[in-house]
Structure formats: C-alpha cells, structure tokens
C-alpha cells in the first residue's frame, strides 16, 4: 500500500507565500511523476505543476513565474513553493504520484494525498 503525506497550507494575505510537501511512502517500485493539483469551492480539480523522470517540469499557465515544484528522490517528496499568491490560489491543493508496484507482477500506480487547504485573504 501506498501513503502521502501533506503538510503546509494555511492562511496568507495576497503577495504572500506558502510552501507545500508530499511524502510518498509504502510499496513503491518507482516513481515516473509526482505533481499537485488544486481545487476551489465550486470548480474542477486542475493541474498545478508536475515534475517527470528526467525532472522535466511543467506548470499551469495561471502559476507560471509564481510557483516552483522540485523534490527529492531520495526522500520520495514533492515540494510546491508558491509565491505571490492571489485570493484566486485559494484552494485545497493535493499531491499526485504516478509510477509502478511490485508485487508478484508490475502494476500501474496512481494515488492522491487527502489534500491541503491554502487560503489567501486579507
């Protein structure tokens, strides 16, 4: 079985910043993407940022420039850093990990973290 593990969120005013981890742990064979999406009250779950074998980075259009994902192998974890943060960023943001298990035969991986709700207010 496979767990992540978030931490971060909170509350900032706008032109802040909050920093987001993800930790996978468990049977984990490899992984090929860990990435963050995000979700506000009333909208559809987007993509925020992903970060691919070979560290191959690709950022929604909305958090260019403002936010970094990065993360390390080592310690199966992803990071979003996010600056500049406008009242729209309000959201719960959660972590994606895509990859392989073993376990008598290779099958396709893919779990979410619960989620971390990040508020920007004044």
């Known amino acids: 079985q496979v767990q992540l593990v978030e931490s971060g969120g909170g509350l900032v005013q706008p032109g802040g910043s909050l920093s987001l981890s993800c930790a996978a742990s468990?049977?984990?064979?490899?992984?090929?993407?860990m990435g963050w999406y995000r979700q506000a009250p009333g909208k559809e779950r987007e993509l925020v940022a992903v970060?691919?074998?070979?560290?191959?980075?690709n950022y929604a259009d909305s958090v260019k420039a403002r936010f970094t994902i990065s993360r390390d192998k080592h310690n199966n974890t992803v990071y979003l850093q996010m600056n500049s943060l406008k009242p729209e960023d309000t959201a719960v943001y959660y972590c994606?990990?895509?990859?392989?298990?073993?376990?008598?035969?290779?099958?396709?991986?893919?779990?979410w973290g619960r989620g971390t709700l990040g508020t920007v207010s004044s």
């Open positions: 994606n990990v895509k990859g392989k298990t073993f376990a008598y035969t290779y099958r396709d991986l893919e779990v």
């Open positions: 468990g049977n984990i064979f490899s992984i090929n993407a």
């Open positions: 970060i691919v074998t070979g560290d191959s980075r």
